[in-house]
């Protein structure tokens, strides 16, 4: 077979000349603006023939601290298109893992949205890499300390159309870093290479995985920098896809409305998106019918939510599963074609599970005794490996606790059925470890959220004097549920599990603390509980 | 990314581990066999221990000579299970044919079926390279000259379940070998790699291709012996997909049968299969709405066949485009989503065409002046690139004419529209020249097989004195046209094409002689009629 390496910026020369006329709708500060794809690549093909000459060169980094819009997709393939490094920087992180991810990575460049300023302004002396700047913007009103300063438009107008991308890559040379959040210590580097990114895309396409389809309109939601937004970016231009980016600080309803107008048939996000658009949606008079799916990943949906859309909106969700090591994509909860004659009930706890690897993912469970037997009913730690999973972090010493014998050991707690189904049970530090017994935080969290009362619930492990653990519930109220009690709440999950699973108390909040990628911070409600029990002792 | 190789035996593995209650239903001499995946898992483990104890080792070819049934899909994965490179070898070919691709490919082992004992027997003893036959029979009942024999399911019960396959290989160790027939000379061998041929699955599982799925009943009538039955049976296995294998000597009220009897969901072959199946329906009471979709390729599909499919029967048909040496699949005639607002007519003409290359394929049309430019209705030859097509025939001198610049030359002359969409005009050695112009045989056959007495059409370039050469149709009326003249044909089609190209003749046939894939044998007729203008004047 021919030597023709697998190669990100062939993937937008595709798009350009198969499906130029296809959308890219983009909502920046100023709205919505539209682009062909032909517009598109010409402007990726300019800018990338700016970077050249700017300087960068094969295998800089890069960096992007951006929404999602058409000048971030641009740079997504414009940088590796200059021979660069796409490094994608999650604009949550603090200022202090700012400075550290862009200066581990020793970026090169940094492109930045103008509303984005403030983040970088105050750390600009700290950066030691970085040659310039880079202002994504639809105006040159912007006022920024930072210098040198390109203008990212500026350099679209004088660059070259005709711009012949770099080559001169083979195809485990890195395309991307991403940086994931470590609980404890700095962010960790996954670098995606251009291998791992092209067979990712084709696992994204697959009729069994999210069958993304140049018929879609697809929206991501989940932002461009965490996990390269699961690859949508890459894969929705290769296959000339229409894409819907949803721009800076969206709500809710600016997501309701999107659907709606732009006809959106496959959207992407964390469970917390999707309970969000569930109340724009119970709120305001939508049209959902455009939606052929919603994927969700990040973290697990309770049941009560994918019943929600399935039943309620009839929206079919896609429970998928996979972490920035892997992609994202590692697994995704379709159901076996002979599943679908179980009861709805048993179909929906396949749907909210982890589901089943995508092919050319191995997946497994590991515990103290070795692999785990399917429908044991045996926890232990999931391990992947494939051709799209890191096999370290970029130049961290932390690289040997997590790859292990060409494993990734995720850190996640899972159990395997008799079908192979995946369903995690609990962050390794998640489980609540209560008397030499492991309570699933994860399971406790799922029942709770499926009383029509509770907005989000999050169960964490409580010092506890006599069984060193034990399981505390923090729920935040829906509103009009007021007098909810913690009675109501425990004997709304009783019959589900044994006596001692039962939290020991049932903490009211007002909102949950959330991680930078909007899952719940359960170490900040660890803390700030921790002698919760012993006091009330 | 880890660095783990694209492998064939571990697509069985997969179907082992998450379909093992799925199923592959086999039609043997004996009739229909049932199995389940963890069944042929087994067998195939099985097979493969047999085989490395025969002394299979790396890289040696073991060739099949067999009908599609659940043996030659345990061949598949057990002989690269073992190390060795899968040679399915085309029955049909002549017995010169035969003994040449056999000794060429060195192959060690045969696989044979007993019904095919006749083809092997009597060129034994030039087969150099043979050092023993495994008799593929559902009974010991056979009679055979050929020796040393083994009994396949002798060697399957002696096997070991628990085998390993072998993994001491890169991705771009060769897994197969198929060989294609040439125009003169002996057939050339193209060899498939394990990364081609897991790239290819990957392309037949995309929505936006075949889309091919778990959820399919997927019925390979294309012969295993062809180019891997279009990649069928490895794609199918890996995603877990049921397989209905039609076995040996079918015909079309079988396939009519199976279609109805097992659901089948997806099947695929070349047209003159389908346009038996067409005659099966109309002359039968039939339940077709099973089937989500026909695959067709091999060779073109006149219009008037995918409308009797689409319409008529309201079954898709889904034509695609390639050949041995691209694996096969290159190219799909899916509409783009904006094309479905074209009237029926014009997509019908899209169904029709060649498509547009698969994700990871590049296809470009090049004549003496270059690239041929999108919509300039300029004919050239069709070019081809990718990770999933050859770069040589396997040791033949022929190689340096058909890969040139990184590129295949296909031989097939082609246009491209404005939407990049790959028609076939003809091959290059069908065009007709006639007075320094070319006319298309391919676009004259489409017109007159369109005629509603034509059961099939071939249109030949014959020598003429005046004009170099000119078109004459051999054509084979449908049962109840007995009366049609070359008038009736002429006139049918006169509206359509400019009065130069119009056949100086229509010559009726009984039967048109095909080539050992189906495909008309042009050749054959060409030669049988080179003086058939010169005779008339």
Not at 1 to 6: A, F, G
Not at 15 to 32: D, F, Q
Request: proline share 5%; hydrophobic share 40%; charged share 20%.
């Amino acid at each position: 077979m021919m030597n023709v390496p697998l190669n990100v910026p062939a993937m937008m020369e595709r798009a350009a000349a198969l499906y130029g006329k296809k959308e890219v709708v983009s909502r920046t500060l100023n709205g919505i603006q539209r682009f062909t794809y032909a517009e598109i690549a010409e402007r990726t093909k300019k800018l990338a023939s700016q970077l050249e000459a700017l300087g960068v060169s094969k295998g800089d980094r890069v960096g992007t601290i951006a929404w999602n819009h058409h000048r971030h997709l641009e740079s997504y393939f414009a940088i590796p298109g200059a021979g660069g490094v796409l490094h994608t920087i999650n604009l949550r992180l603090s200022p202090e893992h700012l400075r550290y991810v862009i200066n581990h990575a020793e970026d090169k460049f940094l492109l930045i949205d103008e509303d984005l300023l403030p983040l970088i302004e105050p750390i600009q002396e700290q950066l030691s890499t970085v040659e310039g700047y880079i202002m994504m913007s639809d105006s040159k009103e912007y006022n920024t300390t930072l210098h040198p300063v390109y203008d990212y438009e500026e350099l679209i107008n004088q660059g070259d159309a005709d711009f012949s991308f770099f080559t001169d890559v083979s195809e485990e040379d890195p395309a991307g870093i991403c940086y994931t959040s470590a609980t404890t210590g700095n962010p960790k580097g996954v670098v995606y290479s251009h291998r791992g990114i092209v067979l990712h895309s084709y696992a994204l396409g697959l009729a069994d995985t999210a069958a993304l389809s140049e018929q879609d309109r697809c929206m991501p939601v989940v932002p461009m920098f965490h996990a390269n937004a699961w690859g949508i970016p890459f894969a929705a231009t290769w296959f000339g896809t229409s894409q819907i980016l949803p721009g800076p600080q969206f709500t809710p309803a600016l997501l309701a409305e999107l659907i709606e107008a732009e006809n959106v048939t496959l959207t992407a996000g964390v469970p917390t998106i999707w309970m969000g658009l569930l109340q724009a949606w119970e709120n305001g008079n939508y049209d959902t019918s455009s939606l052929r799916a919603v994927l969700c990943g990040g973290s697990a949906a309770p049941e009560a939510m994918i019943e929600a859309f399935e039943v309620k909106y009839n929206v079919p969700f896609l429970h998928a599963y996979g972490m920035t090591e892997t992609s994202p994509l590692a697994s995704v909860a379709s159901l076996k074609s002979y599943q679908y004659e179980l009861s709805k009930k048993e179909q929906l706890e396949i749907r909210a599970s982890q589901g089943l690897p995508a092919p050319g993912v191995e997946m497994k469970v590991v515990n103290a005794q070795g692999d785990v037997a399917w429908g044991s009913g045996e926890m232990g730690e999931l391990l992947i490996r494939g051709p799209w999973i890191a096999d370290e972090y970029y130049q961290d010493d932390r690289s040997a606790e997590a790859f292990q014998d060409g494993w990734l050991h995720t850190g996640d707690v899972a159990t395997l059925d008799e079908e192979g189904t995946i369903r995690l049970v609990d962050r390794t530090k998640d489980l609540v470890k209560s008397g030499g017994e492991w309570i699933s935080s994860v399971d406790l969290e799922n029942a709770i959220m499926a009383h029509e009362g509770v907005f989000e619930a999050a169960v964490i492990a409580v010092p506890h004097q006599e069984w060193q653990e034990r399981p505390v519930a923090c729920v935040v109220k829906k509103d009009g549920f007021e007098t909810l009690t913690d009675k109501d709440i425990l004997d709304s999950i009783r019959p589900q599990f044994a006596k001692w699973w039962l939290p020991d108390d049932v903490i009211f909040l007002e909102e949950l603390p959330k991680t930078s990628v909007g899952k719940f911070l359960k170490r900040a409600l660890r803390e700030q509980f921790s002698d919760h029990l012993t006091k009330q002792a």
